[in-house]
């Protein structure tokens, strides 16, 4: 089930960025043409997020529980893709200069693997540590 669970975000994932790309090239409003994608993604990431992480009570069966838990991360990534995509655009727009346009991804992409490997550290320290989940 887990397995799964990553899946249908992965598929999610795929489907959606594509088309947040399109649309946030055409779509502009009175906030921007980014920014809708920033809030519209962060108002689903957000109780998605959540959502995973949290035990839900009110399904009657294991059936509705699975489809809980293979929704919650494919809204997720659906919300990912919108405030990635908006966040990658805007580079192109913050520098005339390719070399600069560079350098600012590779800063990105440098700073997210550093990041990844941080909390897969912490996680494997705080993993070593305890004894047990239960307590």
Request: with cysteine.
């Amino acid at each position: 089930m887990a397995g799964l669970c990553l899946l249908s975000g992965q598929i999610a994932d795929g489907v959606a960025t594509p088309i947040v790309g399109l649309l946030s090239d055409r779509v502009d409003t009175k906030c921007g043409k980014r920014n809708l994608w920033y809030y519209m993604g962060s108002i689903l990431v957000i109780p998605a997020f959540l959502s995973i992480f949290i035990y839900v009570d009110f399904f009657t069966s294991m059936a509705g529980e699975n489809a809980w838990y293979l929704t919650m991360p494919a809204i997720f990534n659906i919300g990912w893709a919108g405030v990635q995509i908006a966040h990658l655009a805007i580079v192109n727009s913050l520098s005339y200069s390719q070399r600069k346009r560079d350098q600012m991804v590779v800063n990105r992409n440098g700073f997210t693997y550093g990041a990844n490997i941080l909390v897969l550290a912490l996680s494997l320290v705080l993993f070593l540590t305890i004894s047990s989940q239960i307590t």
